[in-house]
């Protein structure tokens, strides 16, 4: 269900293209900005000249990941761990002329934000570890 994923999976091109994991698939699409609000969303200040590369390791070391097909999954997995946990969803919206890559965007269901319901072609449910 959750999981860690190391950062040689997402920026390394050899395990990159021999992948068939969605995971890191969707956080491959991450931009640099993305790694900041992850690490934001944690209190981790981070100088704004580092590396994608190097944001990316310090908020996965503090995240722990899985792909949603529907939001009802989303659901039920926020349902089951509020209470203990903090949690984040990065869903991948694309646009009408491009189908092959999302771009990111964050809801925090604890502040009633909504899930998308049109153009999303995944979903990251994130808890912090």
């Known amino acids: 269900m959750l999981r860690s994923i190391p950062a040689e999976e997402i920026f390394d091109m050899n395990k990159a293209l021999n992948s068939n994991d969605p995971l890191a698939y969707w956080l491959a699409q991450m931009r640099k900005a993305d790694w900041q609000y992850l690490l934001k969303f944690v209190d981790v200040k981070i100088p704004v000249k580092t590396r994608k590369q190097v944001m990316a390791e310090a908020a996965l070391q503090r995240f722990e990941f899985t792909t949603c097909d529907g939001r009802g999954e989303v659901w039920q997995l926020w349902t089951d761990l509020r ?10 919206r694309h646009s009408e002329s491009d189908w092959s890559r999302g771009l990111p ?6 502040k009633n934000e909504p899930l998308g319901f049109v153009n999303i072609a995944g979903r990251l449910f994130c808890k912090v570890k």
């Open 83 to 92: 209470k203990e946990h903090r949690t984040l969803v990065i869903q991948f």
């Open 105 to 110: 965007e964050f809801v925090d269901l604890e």
